[in-house]
């Protein structure tokens, strides 16, 4: 139990270290428009196709269909 | 032998609280304060900046931090241009910093909206580290003894605007001291 505690004590202490604060002004790369997780809109739709095919389910993403999957 | 047990554990406590403390000891080292209202605006020439600096003595103004990346900054353009436009004549002087790290990125939108008030580039983000700022934009109203007087964080649009003239005019009433 000592070993795991002092095994995770200095885990901890090495994570920390990785610590970093972006200030307000560097933050031009993080608010690029490649940063984007909808930046390609054919992409967006695609996956989500793949998702209600696979579920079964759809709506609340903006794509139409009955959850068949054959559309 | 038990006195031995008791010091390992006392060790191992307090490497696990020092690990704990790590993170806020790292942002407590890190924390600046920047300027604030009442303090003397600093020299603007010693930053190193690439543009031409208005003078700024006797005059009211304003040094705004902004970049192309920055949606609500480029937002606040138009109004700072009206503000500039009204009050020029009456010694109201405008600053834009840019912060952008590319100068390529600030002079395209620049180039675009070609404002009339003095742009300036901190390519070296020397100045708005001095600043401190917490958010982009943030502006510091600075009264006619070079003394700030009023911080805009953020923009808000309308109530931005009207705050903006407001504080301009009262500043501009005002006599140096």
């Known amino acids: ?71 | 032998m038990s006195y031995k047990i008791r010091t390992n554990r006392f060790s191992i406590r307090k490497l696990f609280w020092a690990a704990l403390s790590a993170p806020i000891f790292c942002v407590a080292v890190q924390a600046n304060d920047g300027w604030d209202v009442d303090t003397e605006l600093p020299d603007l020439t010693s930053f190193n900046l690439s543009g031409e600096l208005p003078g700024t003595k006797g005059n009211v103004v304003l040094v705004d931090f902004w970049a192309s990346w920055c949606a609500p900054c480029k937002a606040s353009f138009p109004s700072m241009e009206e503000a500039y436009q009204k009050y020029k004549d009456k010694g109201f002087k405008i600053v834009a910093v840019s912060v952008d790290s590319k100068a390529k990125s600030m002079e395209s939108f620049v180039n675009r909206l070609k404002p009339s008030f003095s742009i300036v580039h901190d390519s070296e983000q020397r100045l708005v580290a001095a600043a401190g700022i917490e958010v982009m934009p943030t502006s510091f109203l600075v009264d006619k003894s070079g003394k700030i007087r009023f911080v805009h964080l953020g923009w808000h649009g309308k109530e931005s605007a009207e705050r903006l003239m407001a504080e301009v005019e009262q500043l501009l009433g005002e006599e140096p001291s």
Not at chain 1, 32 to 49: F, K, N, P
């Open chain 1, 1 to 71: 139990m000592k070993k795991f505690i002092t095994l995770f004590a200095l885990s901890l202490l090495v994570l920390f270290t990785g610590c970093a604060t972006v200030e307000p002004w560097q933050k031009g790369n993080l608010a690029d428009y490649t940063m984007r997780s909808d930046r390609d809109e054919l992409a967006s739709v695609m996956t989500s196709h793949i998702q209600f095919s696979r579920e079964a389910t759809t709506g609340g993403e903006g794509v139409g269909g009955g959850g068949c999957g054959c559309n």
